[in-house]
C-alpha cells in the first residue's frame, strides 16, 4: 500500500450522508447531507460526487473506509453493505471505523460520545467495552468535561484518516470484512406469534 494512499470514506450511521476523499495526509474532497432518511439512495452519488471534484476515479482508489456505528441500525447497514460490494468489485480493502475511532482524530479535549436515544449516549471506556449510558450518567459526565460527537461535516474524513492510520500501523495487515457495530438491540421487537404452519400438498 503506498504511503499516498487515496481512501475512500463515508458514513451513514446518523442523520446525514457524508463522504471524504483522502491521499496520504492531503484532503482531496468532502462533502455531506443531512438527512433523517434516503441516504440509500442518495449515498452513491455523493461518492461519485467527491471523485469527481478530486479529479479522481473509482479505479483511483486504494482503500474504502466506513463508518461501522454505533448508531441507526439501517444507516449503518446501509454503509457497510456498500463498502462491502464496492472493495469486492473494485479488489481493494475495505476498513471498518467505529465512531470512537474516528473520534479520536480531534486533538480537542472531551469525552468521545455518540448520540443515543431519549437523552442517552454511546461511550466507549478505555479498556472497557462500549456501552449505552443513561441520561443521568451523561448529565453527570458532562458536568466535568465536554463532549466531543459525530458531526456530519467532519465524521467522513475522521473515519477515512483512522483507517489511514491502521495502514500505516499495519501496512500489510489482511483486514476483515466490516461489520456493523450494534451495542444496543433495535427497538423493533420480532413478532411473537408462531410462524404459519404449512400443509403438505393434496395427494388427492
Known sequence: MPSDAVIL?????????????????????????????????HLMPLLEQVLAEAGKTWADLNAIAVGVGPGNFTGIRISVSAARGLALGLGIPAIGVNSFEALTQD????INAVPGPRGQAYLSPEGGAPYLASADEMLEIMQDAPLKTPQAATIAL???????????????????????LYI???????????APTILPDDPA
Open 107 to 110: 486533538p480537542a479535549p472531551g
Open 158 to 180: 475522521q473515519i477515512a484518516q483512522a483507517a489511514a492510520q491502521k495502514l500505516r500501523d499495519n501496512p500489510d495487515a489482511q483486514f476483515d470484512a466490516p461489520a456493523p
Open 9 to 41: 470514506g463515508f458514513d451513514t450511521s446518523a442523520a446525514h450522508c457524508a463522504a471524504a476523499l483522502l491521499s496520504g495526509d492531503h484532503v482531496l474532497a468532502t462533502a455531506h447531507v443531512e438527512m433523517s432518511r434516503g441516504q440509500a439512495e
Open 184 to 194: 444496543k438491540a433495535a427497538d423493533a421487537a420480532p413478532p411473537r406469534d408462531p
